[in-house]
């Protein structure tokens, strides 16, 4: 495979692979293996239409961990403001020797189209597209359930329930995580206001309910999904107090959980409303190791369609850099 758009394209096989590579590579990290000279002399494009903190800042330190020569493009300050189009400033970014561009787009499928066109000869990688998906969030996500739930290399989640709470109607999250987490065998329910259900979600290959208090006990992995107040109209929320009271997660709702279980949430958290300070501050909360795997595995999707070779084969590692 040459792209990475979507989470339902990958194979059960094809995300093991990440998630194992990841796993070798955090390994390397722990042993103070700062770089490896995999992607020395290629150049990776981070294309952001779109702000962002954890995905933009972890891609960075993963193509800098392997040697990659980075471009940060951000449409704000770039000829995108003078009217630009994608398509003329892909045909830049090749112009300029790109091996790799990293898109984060408002309109959904925008990277599809990059992947699709003639504009880019490299690797077309989704960091997210309006409300389609956010394929490496859902491959840190499930590397970070593997390591709490079935830890080891080759094992998947099968049997694993996993809860997803809150704005599925806007969330690419949410559409990457049910492809990847079912390729893995986990079930997985969705629990949300019946006005930010998406239309079609019973073509999806999850359960819906509408009562959190129900579901929590059967929960292996709990993810709470930020509410994305900039793409929803006023009239599909409740008020704030509402929605705290019947999705949002505090410590009662904690304590209902298995004792093995994690809370999730892929940041950027609205504290208060979506999850207390309790909650988002406990040791089961797992939001700040995310964004640590976060890096693992964006190192493992750049080494694996631009590097070519499997751990083993590779050159040798440099941790004098
Ligand atoms: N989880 C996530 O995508 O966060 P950012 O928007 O900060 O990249």
Known sequence: KRHLVST???????????????????????????????????????????????????????????????INFSAK???????????????????????AVVIRHHASGAPARLAQSEWLHGSVINAGDGTHEHPTQALL???TMRRHLNPGPGRDLAGRRITIVGDVLHSRVARSNVHLLTTLGAEVTFVAPP??????????????????????????????????????????????????????????????????AIVMHPGPMVRGMEITAEVADSP????VEQVANGVSIRMAVLYLLLGGATLADSPRTDSSE
């Not at 300050?77 to 091996?99: C, H, I, N, R």
């Not at 259900?197 to 929960?219: F, H, M, R």
């Not at 089961?284 to 939001?287: I, W």
């Open 141 to 143: 996500d499930a590397f």
């Open 195 to 260: 006005t930010l259900v998406p239309i079609g979600i019973e073509n999806w290959p999850c359960q819906v309910s509408y009562d959190l208090d129900a579901v929590l006990p059967k929960t292996d992995a709990l993810m709470m999904l930020r509410v994305q107040r900039e793409r929803m109209n006023a009239a599909f929320f409740p008020t704030e107090r509402e929605y705290s009271r019947r999705y949002g997660m505090d410590g009662i709702r904690m304590a209902q959980l298995p004792e093995h």
């Open 284 to 287: 089961r909360c797992t939001v």
């Open 8 to 70: 339902a394209d990958l194979a059960r096989d094809d995300a093991l692979l990440i998630l194992d590579t990841a796993e070798e590579l955090a390994q390397l990290s722990g042993r103070a293996v700062k770089k490896l000279p995999t992607l020395r002399g290629r150049t990776v494009v981070n294309l952001f239409f779109e702000d962002s903190t954890r995905t933009k800042t972890s891609f960075e330190v993963a193509e800098k961990r392997l040697s990659a020569d980075v």
């Open 77 to 99: 300050g770039s000829s995108v403001s003078k009217g630009e189009s994608l398509k003329d400033t892909a045909l830049t970014l090749q112009a300029m020797g790109a091996d």
